[in-house]
């Protein structure tokens, strides 16, 4: 059995029957399904019209079935016309390819966007990301850019695109067998083990996965630590979660490692890669190392001679094997689109790193690194508790978030990434327009939309923090908000003063800033499934970006 699909939202022309995955040639006998975005496709599509093909749909990757299937009216075999085809592209693809004409094989190519083979037992595999395949194996080899080939159920032939002149490229064979990895990924760690949808399983997973990234990360902390010790600042990229991991992480580099350290979201960084020079040091943050504003802002930071660190969950992806050096995670597979555990084990290595460049930069002491280090010990232990002392409260407050159509997130210092990742997460799963601002910031501006029952959730990871964001809350009261905070147990006075009060534990900023956004998470997750939609799957959105 030979066949190809692909779940996508549109790039091109609105969502929509005929704008869906595979498409197909004028004979129907070539069909494609593509990630990416075809930069030349209008000037492909115009020349094929003139040529005779007629199109149905909007989309860019229509272009491709009728390349292929003009090359074979030329005379070629039909692997020779998909690398023919390939061979015109402009833009980002990960792409599969089935032909009638030789129905036991399926083409691909690859740059930019993510593609992986599995090699199962007289079956193979193509897909965006691993999960897809693991039921079936977890013998995988990543596709590299500028890769192309086919597999069948017994075989796969993969070629490398090299260019020879202008117009022409040569291929070369590729040889498979030593980069084919074993994910330590199980089957049954994909499953929900008994949970309503992958995101609570994910949330209550996170004990493991912060236990796992504590065993994982500690030695390659160190040598990215001595990389960081002496560079002339720190550049953190990454996009939609990441970035805020990313945010969190800059903070911690510049209070606890003393870095000039800045976050950047990364399809932002051309704007600032003019300035990026030998002695810098760019982190590019990404769960599945594949996404492509993250892959492009790494690249550019090469381009200017940075060094480049990939902090990502997934082995041998893109931007960590273009990274000078690279930290994995180890927080498993990650089904739901809304990130849970890659946020908190990606700041979980960002307070590791952070307290190791500042022991060896001198600005810890090795008696102030030695109790950061023990508290980021506790975190899974600590995690476990928070999750199962504030889920009902989470749930409870769901029920009211449900029925409100705006929401505010207001925090200072650390706490304002974290109360960006929190509406963030209300937004993707609960369709709340939720949003985050700097509680200094509140009243220039937003504090205006604010009415009787408008929800202001409040961060403070400190009681410093907390005494900061006092009048803030009063402010919000004034206007007779509903208040709601996360802080630690000991800020009495913010916590009395709200409506519904998450009294955390006080830790250090290293581990509060790891775990205060797990009420956040339940709070998103219950917001969803009250309002009656399906947090897995969240609509417009993807768990790997592969789009500009």
């Known amino acids: ?175 498979l067998h030593p980069r084919v990895r074993v994910v330590e990924w199980t089957p049954e760690m994909a499953m929900k083990e008994g949970f309503p949808h992958f995101m609570l399983k994910e949330i209550h997973e996170q004990p493991r996965a912060l236990s796992s990234t504590l065993a994982g990360v500690r030695e390659i902390v160190r040598d990215v630590a001595k990389e960081l ?79 480049v660190v990939a902090l990502s969950n997934v082995v041998d992806s893109a931007i960590p094997r273009e990274a000078d050096l690279a930290i994995y995670t180890r927080a498993g597979p990650e089904i739901g689109v809304a990130a849970t555990k890659t946020f908190t084990t990606q700041v979980l290595t960002f307070a590791l790193l952070s307290v190791e460049v500042g022991r060896l930069r001198g600005v810890l002491s090795e008696a102030e690194a030695s109790n950061h280090a023990k508290v980021l010990g506790k975190v899974p232990e600590i995690a476990s508790h928070i999750i199962s002392v504030f889920e009902a409260r989470a749930k409870t407050v769901a029920k009211t978030m449900a029925e409100k159509e705006h929401a505010f997130y207001l925090g200072r210092g650390f706490g304002l990434p974290v109360s960006m990742e929190g509406a963030l997460k209300l937004k993707e799963v609960a369709y709340v327009h939720a949003e985050a601002y700097p509680a200094g910031e509140s009243k220039h501006g937003p504090i205006a939309l604010v009415e009787e029952g408008f929800p202001v959730v ?65 709070i998103a997750y219950y917001t969803a499934v009250a309002k009656g939609y399906d947090p897995d799957k969240p609509r417009n959105l993807a768990k790997t970006v592969t789009v500009v």
């Open 229 to 307: 010790r002496g560079a002339s600042r720190v550049i953190v990229v990454g996009a939609g979660t990441s970035y805020h991991a990313s945010y969190i992480g800059a903070l911690m580099l510049s209070n606890l490692g003393g870095l000039p350290a800045q976050a950047l979201i990364s399809s932002e960084m051309r704007w600032y890669a003019r300035s990026v020079s030998e002695g810098d040091v760019v982190i590019a943050v990404s769960q599945s190392g594949e996404t492509i504003d993250t892959l492009l802002a790494a690249r550019a930071a090469k381009g200017k001679g940075a060094k």
């Open 458 to 522: 409040f961060t403070a990871l400190s009681l410093d923090e907390s005494e900061l964001i006092k009048s803030n809350v009063e402010e919000m009261r004034a206007r007779y908000a509903w208040t709601l905070a996360v802080a630690p147990k000991n800020a009495y006075e913010l916590l009395r003063n709200v409506d519904v009060a998450f009294p955390m534990p006080e830790l250090p900023s290293t581990a509060s800033a790891v775990l205060y956004v797990l009420p956040y998470q339940l």
């Open 1 to 175: 059995m030979v066949g190809i699909g692909h779940t996508r939202w549109a790039t091109h022309g609105p969502p929509s029957d005929v704008n869906s995955h595979p498409h197909v040639d004028c004979t129907g006998r070539v069909a494609v399904a593509h990630n990416g975005i075809i930069e030349n496709w209008r000037e492909i599509k115009d020349r094929l019209i003139k040529e005779g093909h007629k199109f149905v749909s909007d989309t860019d990757t229509e272009v491709i079935p009728h390349l292929i299937e003009e090359f074979k009216k030329q005379g070629m075999q039909p692997y020779e016309a998909f690398k023919s085809a390939v061979k015109e592209l402009k833009g980002a693809y990960a792409l599969v390819a089935l032909d009638m004409d030789e129905p036991s094989k399926v083409f691909f190519a690859r740059h930019t966007s993510p593609l992986v083979i599995g090699l199962g037992d007289g079956v193979n595999f193509l897909a965006s990301d691993i999960p897809a395949f693991l039921k079936y194996t977890r013998k995988v080899v990543v596709v590299r850019d500028d890769e192309v080939g086919y597999i069948t159920s017994s075989e796969v032939v993969m070629e490398r695109g090299k260019r020879v002149g202008e117009n022409s490229i040569e291929w070369m064979s590729v040889d």
